[in-house]
Structures are given as C-alpha cells and as structure tokens.
C-alpha cells in the first residue's frame, strides 16, 4: 500500500532562514515523488519531482529536496525563505497512473 | 506552454441547485483526474478517467456528483442537487500515459465553488 505524511501541518520560518518541510513515504513499488505548491485559491504547481535518477532533485525558486530510500523520506529544503514562498505544499507518491497525496504543510514567512 | 483549462473560475450557487464544471486536459494526456479540496485540507480524489472509460470513482458521491468524458478529452463534472458541506475547490488534472518511468499530473486553475 502507498501513503504520503507530511510531519509538519504548520511551519513558521523568519524570511532569510532555512526552510524544511518534511515527508515520509510508504510504498510497495520504487515510487516517483513530487511537491507541489498551492497559493490562496490557485491550482496546484509542481516545484520539483523524483524519478529514480540523482537522489538529489532541485527544483523551481530554489527549491530542493533529497530521496533517502533507507529511511522513506522526500524533505524539501531552501537555504533562505522568501515572503513569497509563503503557500500550502504538498507531498505526492506515484505509482503508476496513482497519485497519492499528503495532508499539506502550511508555511508562514515572517518578515 | 500546454495547460489545463477549467471554467469556471468561480462558481456560487444555492443549496439545491444544479452546478456543473469543465476541464479540458493537455491536447494527448489520456488520464484526467477530478479533486475536491476543502479548504485546509489535501485534495481528494473523485474520479479518474483512462480515455473515456472511469477507472476509479470510489470516492465519488455517486447519488448527486457525476462525471463523463464522452470524447476522451474534455470533461464534466456536475453535482446536483448541490449541497452546503460541496463548498470546496474543485481541481482538474491530467497525465500523459507512459508505459515506464514515471508520471506526472499537471493541475488547472480550479473552479472555487460557493454552496449558500
């Protein structure tokens, strides 16, 4: 079975600090993993994806997250918050034409 | 750059009404998804089509939501008779078929619906 946590419902971050959201996955299959981010009432955007190739993946506004298979985690990462990266972002497993989705982290820059 | 097309942007309606909702998927991606998202909350899937056929639409609340795709492209969602706990965002998305690798959903802009 396949299932998404996301660890952190709310992170509030000073702009100019590190961000990490965080993601554990469970999946029977090698799974291909997204984040997504949502901004008040817009659709859903793609920050970045994981396809089974560098475990490393950057992705839009700086944005970057590691695939650690050993402990089933997909965080996203940024060196330094912006006022505008203040959204709602999700976490997603795929496998095959599935798409399963975490429960949302809301982020909070500080100014 | 190829998107997904929804209308409308916004919907308000009264309880007891019908409403309906349009996607139209990025021209060739075969699989089209319809969510509902209450606010606060991640979305939900209602229904996914593979072409014209439903592959799953367990989530669907079958006695007033209903779905097509007649043509394998665009899609319909409507609900009747709308109720007040529907008020959501209603998201269209689509995905490319690929045999292997990976796939990927692209989202619309959803349709923000109002349920008084």
């Known amino acids: 079975a396949q299932s998404v946590t996301q660890l952190d419902s709310h992170v509030s971050v000073s702009e100019g600090t590190p961000v990490l959201l965080r993601c554990n996955y469970s999946?029977?299959?090698?799974?291909?993993l997204f984040w997504y981010v949502q901004h008040p009432n817009k659709g859903l955007q793609l920050l970045l994806k994981?396809?089974?190739?560098?475990?490393l993946v950057k992705g839009i506004n700086g944005f970057e997250a590691e695939f650690k298979k050993s402990e089933t985690s997909f965080h996203l990462t940024k060196p330094s918050a912006h006022m505008s990266d203040a959204a709602e972002y999700f976490c997603?497993?795929?496998?095959?034409?599935?798409?399963?989705f975490g429960t949302g982290t809301s982020l909070t820059v500080i100014p | 750059e190829a998107e997904v097309a929804q209308s409308p942007r916004y919907k308000i309606t009264e309880k007891s009404q019908a409403v309906a909702f349009w996607c139209d998927p990025i021209s060739g991606h075969a699989t089209l998804y319809w969510y509902r998202q209450i606010l606060g909350q991640g979305p939900e899937l209602l229904v996914q089509?593979?072409?014209?056929?439903?592959?799953?639409d367990s989530q669907l609340p079958k006695d007033r939501f209903s779905a097509e795709r007649l043509k394998g492209v665009d899609s319909t969602l409507k609900i009747q008779p709308a109720e007040l706990g529907d008020s959501a965002m209603y998201l269209c998305?689509?995905?490319?078929?690929?045999?292997?690798?990976?796939?990927?959903?692209?989202f619309g802009p959803g349709t923000r619906l109002t349920v008084l």
């Open positions: 999946s029977s299959y090698s799974p291909s």
């Open positions: 994981y396809t089974s190739a560098a475990t």
């Open positions: 997603v497993v795929n496998t095959g034409n599935q798409f399963y």
């Open positions: 998305a689509s995905s490319p078929v690929r045999v292997s690798s990976y796939n990927e959903q692209f």
């Open positions: 089509f593979q072409d014209e056929s439903v592959v799953d």
